[in-house]
């Protein structure tokens, strides 16, 4: 159920959700989409190793918390000089 919402998600908000060529109807073009994001979640489970807590844990502080800081100043800096 949640590979399938997700993938519903993906293809609705980054996608165009059920638009598509005008010969298919768009519910059917929508779940040709979410069938395609369905099957790349399912090939990347099934071919990636899965990484151990303490890894994860290291992504986050290591790499994840300084990237976001790192966009709030941006961002900040973007807005304060009026650009």
């Known amino acids: 159920v949640g590979v399938t919402l997700i993938s519903a998600l993906i293809v609705t908000l980054f996608f165009g ?8 109807p768009p ?9 395609i994001f369905i099957l790349i979640f ?9 990484p ?17 800081l790192a966009n709030i100043l941006v961002t900040g800096a973007i807005l304060l000089s009026g650009s």
Do not use: C, E, N, T
């Open 17 to 24: 959700g059920w638009l598509g060529p005008d010969f298919l």
């Open 27 to 35: 519910a059917v073009w929508f779940l040709i989409k979410m069938f």
């Open 42 to 50: 399912v090939l990347l489970r099934a071919s990636l190793p899965r």
């Open 52 to 68: 151990r807590y303490d890894q994860l844990m290291g992504y986050g502080w290591k790499i994840l918390l300084p990237l976001s």
